[in-house]
């Protein structure tokens, strides 16, 4: 019974050629805008992450601490929920780190260091949001030791947002790039079933059950999404190859290892359904 359902479904590329080529084409492009789309949503996640793992506060010290006073405040801001790690820079360190980011020696005009010391705060990244940032922020400005507090929320703020954004696009396409897809592989099943239900009411006068009229159909559909498959990994492999030779440091191949399963999930999942939907009307009623 397995070989008749899978001789069935060879049997519907040779009737309807240019439609299964056509359906093969397209699902590998969504296949591959698909994924795509998964690649830059893992990408714009990633860089999310960055952005929130690098998000610092500036705290300036009031001048004339003692070490021990200084001691007690790294320890107080330690203590706070969101801080991930704080570092102290006296005011040397901060001067040899003005002069190497700008190239302006400012003691060759001032005596005296005019630089204060001070503390970087690396913030946790699993803050949320500015309203948690303002209370920590708010928090270490009331402390005694402290002068200033500076954080520059706007840019990492439109950063964060931007890239939000453009993840909701990203969503959008990937759903109209899977409807399309599905659809494809409906409409190619739908067009098999027509052109052949003289053959299907014979079937069902002879006794045949409805696993034989509709598997054939949802095998073909999933053929073909394997096929669609193996053509977008055969493509990727191939310009990874050639990448790879033309730039030696390009290196994809962590990726391609998540990337292929992938693809040949969705292309047997797209089939998969288009081909169900399609085969849920078939009954064992005959049609003329």
Known sequence: MILFY???AFRLFKRTPLGSIVTIITVAAAISLTSISALMIYFSNSLQQSVKNQVELSIFLKPGLTKSDIDS???????FKLVKKVTFIDSEAAKKIFIKETGEDFTSVLESNP?????????????????????LTAAIKSMKEVDEVIFDYDTVSKILS???????IIYIISFIFVILSVYLVYSN????????????????????????????????????????????ITTIFILNLLLTNFYTSFKFDKILYFLYPLILFLGILYSLIGSILST?????KLNN
Do not use: W
């Open 280 to 284: 849920k009307n078939i009954s064992l």
């Open 162 to 168: 931007v890239l939000g954004s453009a993840q909701n």
């Open 115 to 135: 630089l204060p010391n001070s503390f970087k705060v690396l913030v946790k990244p699993e803050f949320g949001g500015k309203p948690d940032l303002d209370k």
């Open 189 to 232: 099943c739908l067009l098999h079933i027509n052109s052949r239900n003289q053959i299907y009411d014979i079937m069902k006068l002879i006794g045949s059950k409805l696993i034989s009229i509709k598997m054939p159909i949802i095998i073909n559909a999933i053929v073909i999404g394997v096929i669609s498959a193996l053509v977008v």
């Open 6 to 8: 899978f001789a069935e």
């Open 73 to 79: 405040a790294h320890d107080e801001i330690t203590e």
